[in-house]
């Protein structure tokens, strides 16, 4: 078993690897672009750019962070920031769904194209290279995660999902404090795609453990708020108030079955189905709150009021 879990915290580490020179990439082609966008601030373009953003970084958290240090030197108003927050949990999703795509001969192709296209001199084609190539490396860390499902027993894998213990509750906390720990989402959400690909776990556990992992996603926007401005601090808030009450509204069994249902019926891969439990729920959610917005931040303001310098 210690063996098993040495192997996990080995291929995150790579995962992480290749999201970072992904981000390297993508940041390097495009970041003199973002700085010359001056957006209208309103919320629909909140939820487009969190979504766009979202999708370029390859993380909620990097996007979120990145509009809170954004928001300690400009002001914008709270609709925007919360429709920014709607479209990154929105946006996180397309890294998920690279999952699905992911086939071994894609991984060779990418990474012996990524690494060519490294070693040639010119800037543009030397980040078109890092991406292809994080890519590849993404690929193989999810080979990885995929391999580690044949190294568990399986009588074990069936007396954990058995387990008097394996409630609702259990389950999303057990995601909370691993996405915690591991400081994404995204990867925890790659490896309930590697289990549920041998359908050793069933799609209403992982539900379950997805509604807690995106309440651990949070804990990395926190800190990035703590000691910024006030406008930061909220937003921050704004987004653990978010995924905690769309976890209590998606908790209860008769919202969590019609989306597991919904994805069974979408798609009759497991890991294409873990992807529309995570795109349909972020859905569900954005709607109500972008419905619901002016009495949430009404809510949110008289909680965590400014406090007099």
């Known amino acids: 078993m210690y063996h098993v879990i040495m192997t996990i915290f080995l291929y995150i580490g790579i995962f992480f690897f290749g999201i970072t020179l992904m981000r390297l990439g993508i940041k390097g082609l495009t970041f003199n672009h973002l700085e010359k966008i001056t957006p209208n601030l309103s919320p629909i373009n909140g939820l487009l750019l969190g979504l766009f953003m979202t999708m370029i970084l390859q993380s909620s958290s990097a996007s979120i962070a990145l509009l809170i240090t954004f928001l300690a030197t400009i002001k ?4 925007f920031a919360i429709s920014f927050l709607i479209g990154a949990n929105i946006g996180t999703t397309f890294t998920a769904q690279l999952f699905v795509w ?5 991984m060779f192709l990418f990474l012996v194209t990524g690494f060519l296209m490294i ?18 490396v993404i690929f193989s860390a999810l080979n990885g995660f995929e391999s580690l499902v044949h190294m568990i027993p399986t009588e074990r894998i069936q007396y954990i999902v058995g387990s008097d213990y394996n409630t609702p509750f259990a389950l999303s906390v057990f995601g909370m404090i691993f996405t915690m720990i591991i400081q994404s989402s995204t990867v925890a959400t790659g490896m309930l795609m590697s289990f549920s690909h041998e359908g050793t ?11 807690g992992a995106n309440i ?21 808030y704004a987004h653990i108030w978010m995924n905690v009450l769309g976890a209590i509204i998606a908790f209860p069994l008769l919202v969590g079955q019609p989306l ?3 994805a069974q019926w979408l798609s009759n891969i497991p890991e294409q189905q873990v992807v529309w439990i995570a795109v349909s729920y972020n859905i ?4 109500i709150f972008f419905v619901f917005m002016k009495p949430f931040i009404k809510i949110l303001t008289v909680i965590h009021r400014q406090r007099a310098n």
């Open 216 to 236: 651990g996603t949070c804990f990395t926007v926190y800190l990035v708020s703590l000691r910024q401005p006030y406008e930061a601090r909220i937003t921050a």
């Open 260 to 262: 597991v249902e919904i």
């Open 201 to 211: 776990i069933p799609l209403i556990q992982v539900y379950y453990v997805l509604l």
């Open 102 to 106: 992911n086939e071994i001969h894609l």
């Open 284 to 287: 569900l959610v954005g709607i």
């Open 76 to 79: 914008v108003s709270l609709p």
């Open 119 to 136: 070693l040639i001199s010119h800037h543009r084609i030397l980040l078109i290279g890092l991406i292809i190539f994080g890519l590849g």
